[in-house]
């Protein structure tokens, strides 16, 4: 688990508000989870046989002795927090949230323990419109943060009954060659024989290569479901591979799935996955409902948009009030607040812990701050405070206390 310092705090609020704006732009509305769940949701939703239920959940028994688990994702809490709270009984929902999720995974540059998603989903949405949506979204995204080094994967693994058709053609062809399968994937071959395409073992990829293929099982529905997605896609301009052998790595998805993969960040390619859940209500108590989303991990999105060149804009003080000599300080928080309240989204630095002149000059420079207001005892006496502007080679100027707010707001603009 990381600390998210200060220099790159402000990357991560910027990503975050296009990320916000963007969703919200769509019709999107914020919901808000708990950090706690109980163990069987996620049990129930990801499924027994995944890496992150055997391996990866931080799971507890609280002080009654029920079994709680700290999110290992979003999409079964937005699920159940739908049904328990009555969101979903006639109704659709388009929502998305934004927090820190765990798991316990082995230590990697740019995997943590502790990391942060942003998760979109729509629920009570049945066709491929919506999922078209979802994608383009993306791309949206994409085009806004000027992250060109990425690559949209599409597939579809069909509905459950086809799915089951699927693993049994999966089931005849790795027990005959069973002999050369990894321990993993021995024991998911009764259980879940999809996690075994699902496998990161290099010397299972070229036996996981030889597979049957998801597409070749699909229901009639879902090829005709998949085939428009593909239309809305190339209508939209927004290109994408089909790959057969993407499966996620949770067990609740169905039809489209999805990844936006980068070559720009080593071994952790998908920075953005996601697809549909249709039966996931259903299975959690609900009534059958239709839902699609897509998360994002904000590490990666931060470490792509670095790596393509993209810089935050500054997050500066506009204003550094320095104060110097007698009864200055009274006045100075007195105009620094002022400011607040009349210029709209000035940012304004006061000086604190005194100083001399010159010091205080040092830190307003430090600040990077677009103007010093420099009050002394003569500035008091005469109403008036000195503007030097730090990042240019004009003079400093004087200007009086009721004039300040209006020609700070017309510097700021220019």
């Not at 995997?111 to 979802?134: I, S």
């Not at 509905?159 to 060659?177: D, H, Q």
């Amino acid at each position: 688990m990381n600390d998210i310092l200060p220099d790159v705090s402000g990357t991560w609020r910027y990503l975050e508000t296009v990320v916000r704006d963007i969703v919200q732009s769509y019709g999107y509305a914020e919901i808000r989870l708990p950090l706690l769940e109980q163990t069987e949701l996620f049990r129930r939703s990801i499924g027994e046989v995944t890496d992150i239920v055997e391996k990866e959940m931080y799971t507890f028994d609280d002080r009654n002795g029920e079994s709680l688990t700290l999110r290992p994702e979003a999409t079964a809490s937005v699920v159940r927090a739908g049904i328990t709270n009555g969101l979903l009984h006639n109704q659709r929902q388009k929502l998305w949230t934004t927090g820190p999720m765990f798991r316990y995974e082995k230590p990697q540059k740019g995997r943590y323990r502790q990391f942060y998603q942003f998760d979109v989903e729509a629920l009570g949405y049945d066709g491929p419109d919506v999922d078209a949506e979802l994608i383009i979204m993306c791309a949206r995204l994409w085009r806004a943060l000027g992250i060109s080094r990425l690559t949209l994967e599409i597939n579809s693994l069909g509905t459950p009954e086809s799915r089951a058709s699927y693993r049994g053609a999966l089931v005849e062809y790795f027990s005959s060659v069973k002999s050369k399968l990894d321990d993993d994937s021995i024991r998911r071959l009764e259980q879940n024989p999809l996690r075994i395409l699902d496998s990161k073992n290099p010397d299972m990829q070229a036996i996981v290569a030889a597979a049957p293929l998801m597409l070749d099982f699909l229901d009639e529905e879902s090829s005709e479901h998949f085939q428009s997605l593909k239309g809305l896609l190339d209508a939209a301009g927004v290109a994408y591979t089909v790959n057969p052998r993407l499966v996620r790595g949770l067990d609740y998805y169905s039809r489209t799935v999805f990844e936006w993969v980068t070559d720009a960040l080593g071994s952790q390619g998908a920075v953005c996955s996601g697809g549909r859940y249709d039966g996931l209500v259903e299975k959690l108590g609900g009534k059958p409902t239709p839902a699609v989303g897509w998360a994002m991990g904000i590490e990666r999105l931060v470490a792509l948009y670095e790596a393509c060149g993209g810089e935050a804009p500054a997050d500066d003080a506009d204003v550094y009030v320095v104060a110097v000599g007698e009864n200055t300080l009274e006045r100075a928080f007195a105009i620094a607040e002022q400011l607040r309240d009349e210029v709209a989204g000035i940012k304004v630095e006061l000086n604190l812990g005194g100083g001399s002149f010159k010091s205080q000059l040092k830190r307003a420079d430090k600040s990077n701050a677009a103007f010093a207001l420099i009050l002394g005892e003569q500035e008091i006496v005469e109403k008036r405070v000195g503007l030097k502007p730090l990042r240019s080679t004009e003079d400093q100027s004087s200007v009086a206390f009721d004039d300040l707010p209006a020609t700070l707001a017309a510097l700021l603009r220019a």
